[in-house]
């Protein structure tokens, strides 16, 4: 039985027979944490499952991806666990490593997403300045590939 196994059962015994975590480790001997820990990893897509049983981590590897929020991030750690042998503390690391890089990231596109968007502001308010003269003058936004195109058109006959 793997530690998915063990998860699925505690879950089943919880549904039947309507215990709580705290009950189910009474009965077991072990600590209301350690079933909270197992029920975790339910967590875990199936396809992650499949790699963590294939690939021979520890649960502590297993309950470390956890952290991550998609498969894709999960498998590429797993694969580092197996290339680097890394231990349980150095894989939190790097979890953690990628989760200030992308968290850095996000951060970087919101002020960037703010900049644009001031910058936009600023040549709508142009335009209407260059309206106001007299000056014929358009502005197009297309969005073509996943980039924005503003196009100004001005008429000087």
């Given at each position: 039985?793997?530690?998915?196994?063990?998860?699925?059962?505690?879950?089943?015994?919880?549904?039947?027979?309507?215990?709580t975590?705290?009950?189910?480790?009474?009965?077991?001997?072990?600590?209301?944490?350690y079933?909270?820990?197992?029920?975790?990893?339910?967590?875990?897509?199936?396809?992650?499952?499949?790699?963590i049983?294939?690939?021979?981590?520890?649960?502590?590897?297993?309950?470390?991806?956890?952290?991550?929020?998609?498969?894709?991030?999960?498998?590429?750690?797993?694969?580092?666990?197996?290339?680097?042998?890394?231990?349980?503390?150095?894989?939190?690391?790097?979890?953690?490593?990628?989760?200030?890089?992308?968290?850095?990231?996000?951060?970087?596109?919101?002020?960037?997403?703010?900049?644009?968007?001031?910058?936009?502001?600023?040549?709508?308010?142009?335009?209407?300045?260059?309206?106001?003269?007299?000056?014929?003058?358009?502005?197009?936004?297309?969005?073509?590939?996943?980039?924005?195109?503003?196009?100004?058109?001005?008429?000087d006959?």
């Amino acid at each position: 039985m793997n530690m998915f196994d063990e998860a699925h059962a505690l879950k089943t015994m919880i549904m039947m027979c309507g215990l709580t975590q705290g009950e189910i480790a009474k009965r077991m001997g072990v600590s209301q944490s350690y079933v909270a820990n197992k029920l975790r990893l339910l967590n875990i897509s199936d396809e992650v499952r499949k790699r963590i049983i294939e690939s021979q981590i520890s649960e502590r590897h297993a309950r470390a991806l956890l952290k991550l929020r998609d498969a894709k991030s999960q498998c590429d750690v797993i694969d580092k666990i197996i290339k680097m042998r890394l231990t349980v503390r150095a894989t939190e690391a790097l979890i953690d490593d990628m989760l200030i890089e992308e968290k850095s990231t996000s951060l970087y596109d919101s002020l960037t997403r703010d900049k644009v968007r001031c910058f936009e502001e600023m040549l709508s308010a142009a335009v209407k300045g260059l309206l106001s003269y007299g000056i014929k003058v358009r502005q197009d936004t297309d969005e073509f590939c996943g980039k924005r195109f503003i196009t100004l058109c001005i008429d000087d006959r």
